[in-house]
């Protein structure tokens, strides 16, 4: 593959390849000195035009750990503050030698087009509301290592769907790969059913939670509401937040999961903090792993 743009164009195999290459990857994150030779001599330009501490962190370190070089651009204090195009940018960029892109960007479809006006490849790492197709793939890596398979499990999703392109992504990735995906949030911030990619919608949260062997609790996307924030964040919490009461309608080995940053006390309880049914941080540290796999595929460096 030449980018990675979204999951829709991936298919079920590529995506198992994918996560079996993390797989085998994730041993060398826990050497005395995790670092291989794999990419020495490719230089991998992280472009961040939004905020980003887990995505852009992680992919550094992903390039790092395979001696790749890194690009680390940020929109602020650029000559983008001067008016420069997204294009020139990256002209720019990639004219100083870059193999590779990694995205993330405020507008849907930035990725997209940067992908059809450079040479290079081009991962996006979050673009708008649309999709963030490696946090889906961390997030069936972590889902995976846990359950074993993928396969028929019930995924819930909760939160503001609508606006979350971790939902977009994940809700597609999880039914590539065989799970049931339930959605629940405020009527506000449901897609109707037509629009949820084959996700159930639910209106009632109950619905969503039973029984499930997975539960994704994700932030308001307060910057993606415009004004009018309805339901307040506060009635958010009383309504949709996760506490260990609404968890217990899910499997009792359920997995908890949150793509951060985390709002405690709006959708997740403080008191679900160091639940052991959280695999929050371990989402983080695999995150990792799959984007060590993402610059090995596409760079060609062979694992
Ligand atoms: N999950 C995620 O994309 O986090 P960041 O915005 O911190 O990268």
Redesign the pocket.
């Known amino acids: 593959k030449k980018h990675i743009l979204d999951i829709a164009s991936l298919a079920p195999e590529e995506i198992i390849f994918i996560l079996d290459t993390a797989e085998a990857l994730k041993e060398i994150l826990s050497r005395p000195i995790p670092k291989v030779p794999t990419l020495r001599g490719k230089l991998v330009a992280h472009l961040f035009f ?7 962190l ?1 992919f550094e370190k992903a390039a790092k750990v395979l001696s790749a070089d890194v690009f680390n651009f940020t929109a602020r204090m650029s000559s983008v503050e001067k008016g420069e195009s997204l294009i020139d940018t990256v002209l720019n960029i990639q004219a100083m030698g870059a193999d590779l892109f990694v995205i ?1 960007h405020p507008n849907a479809g930035a990725p997209h087009l940067i992908a059809e006006n450079v040479n290079t490849k081009v991962i996006n ?2 673009d708008g509301f649309n999709a ?1 197709p490696t ?1 889906a793939l961390l997030d069936l890596f972590t889902v995976r290592e846990k359950k074993g398979s993928l396969k028929d499990l019930k995924v819930a999703i909760i939160g503001d769907i609508r606006h979350s392109r ?1 939902a977009h992504s994940g809700i597609c990735a999880f039914r590539k790969m065989g799970a049931e995906v339930y959605v629940s949030g405020p009527a506000t911030m449901l897609p109707p059913e037509r629009e949820a990619l084959g996700a159930r919608v639910c209106y009632r949260l109950e619905e969503a939670l039973k029984d499930a062997d997975v539960v994704m609790a994700l932030r308001v996307q307060k910057e993606r509401h415009g004004r009018a924030l309805f339901p307040s964040i506060r009635e958010y919490a009383r309504q949709f937040g996760i506490n260990a009461e609404r968890l217990a309608l899910a499997k009792d080995d359920c997995l908890l999961m949150h ?3 985390i709002n405690w006390g709006v959708e997740l309880h403080p008191e679900l903090e160091k639940d052991p049914r959280s695999v929050i941080l371990e989402q983080v540290t695999n ?1 990792v792993a799959v984007r060590m796999a993402l610059l090995v595929l596409l760079l060609g460096g062979g694992a």
């Open positions: 939004e905020p980003s501490t887990r995505t852009r992680s993330r790492a979050g963030h946090q971790v793509p951060g940053p995150g």
